[in-house]
């Protein structure tokens, strides 16, 4: 890929192009540059897209299931069309390789298809009122019908996609959207605006204001005009979130610190090979990243071995080469916590298998073994390129150190015995279990969440729609 030339937008509201009188520098995460300039919205323009996704609100709740997923079809064809400069605009503002933002631009379609597939079948239920005596003589359906305004509040590690998680199914079921993207990566928003106003989409049902999340993120998630709140983002945040947000609707995804369990008898080198993808993957800066690997103690050196060669083949360099596997983290502040948090594992009697070294925000992939349970790696979010590896005797052991965590999004557990797989499985407190996978893997039609401080709600159009919707009874006399 070349350099960029330097990207400027405007915010988007009601169909029109809004500037600010503040502005934003976006940088390059990998060395600084400065690749884009966007408006640095204030508290009045939340106020205006609120009100400008208010007035939409009856044309979109007016249009049939099948218009809807007409509408997003349109979006998935004209990103399709310019699926290139997404890629480009998304690698320039993480600093992820450019083959990631590809494969992260490529995952936008599936999310709008999906999206539009389920737009078509928003439908609620026959309800048998004679369950009961009361009922008899009565009939009943419901329908679902869409909240009204939704606020969309998202994160730097996968700027688009997990944007079009909230507003594919947001649009899909009917409702209008006011979208806040991270501070850092606000670029492939801005872009998917121009898309938006280009398929037609009505003037106010999408609008995007761009800006620091203390300032116009905390106004939106306190609006007393927005009917719900998706949230992706970390635990501190969502916290804040929930607390302002009041009597609004709320999901949160959240973050974790991924568990996966290998057992005597897996297949060690997909194991490894897939252990070493799920963890490093985007420089680890991805919520399902496997941070923390239970590995039965027969097997353990000969899996450490083979996770030790797989990382060692990995490709650091600039996010615009195509041979890179693993670029900078989104800033270098970031690198220099990870940093901290391998140090503090070392200090405490942790070894560096491989890896770990920081060159302003890039850090090479690192893989410990013996770090204590109570060091950060052990309990905390790395976000980072550091996998921890331990050993353990029994199933039931790996499986109570997997659950010792405040967070609960997706596991796994590579093993061949399939009942001793659906086992751990019911046993670990997570919203997703990989068997013979990392947790890292998620496809996006699926339903997706956590439990505990990974969050409230899930994701996947097909289930995000019925967070995005509310269930109206219709029962009538016979
Ligand atoms: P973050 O919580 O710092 O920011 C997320 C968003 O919230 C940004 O748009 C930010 O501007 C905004 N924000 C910040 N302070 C706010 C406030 N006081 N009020 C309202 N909005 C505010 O998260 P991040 O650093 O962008 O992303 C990393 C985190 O996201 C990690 O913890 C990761 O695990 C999590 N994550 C979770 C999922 C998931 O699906 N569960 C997916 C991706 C990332």
Redesign the pocket.
Known sequence: MTANAMETSLNYIGGEWVDATEHDVVRLPYDDTPVGRVPRAGTGAVDQAVAAARRASAAMRELANCERADLLMRVHDLMQRDLAEFGRLICAETGKPVKEAGIEAERCLSTLFAAAHEARQVRGEVVPMDFAAMGKGRMAVTVREPVGVIGC??????PLN?GLHKIGPALAAGNTVVH?????TPLSASRLARTMEEAGVPKGAYNLITG???TI??A??AHADVAMLT????????R??KA?SGLKKVTL????NSAVIVEPDADLATAAVRTVQGAFANSG????SVQRVFVQERVADEFIDRVKAATEALRIGHPYEDSTDISSL?DETEAVRVENWIAEAVSRGGVVVTGGRRSFATIAPCVLTGVPDSCDISCR?A?GPVVAIYRYRELDEAIQRANATPYG?QAGIFTNDLGRAFRAARRIEVGGVMINDVPAWRADHMP???VKE??MGR?GPKFAIEEMTELKLICWKV
């Open positions: 509040i998202t994160p730097f590690n996968f997990l806040k993207p991270a501070s850092k620091g999340g203390s993120g905390a939106l998630a949230f992706t983002g970390s635990a501190e945040v969502g804040t979130i302002r995804e959240l973050g974790n800066q991805v919520c399902i989104i979010e976000f999004l997706y969440g956590g990974s969050g994701e």
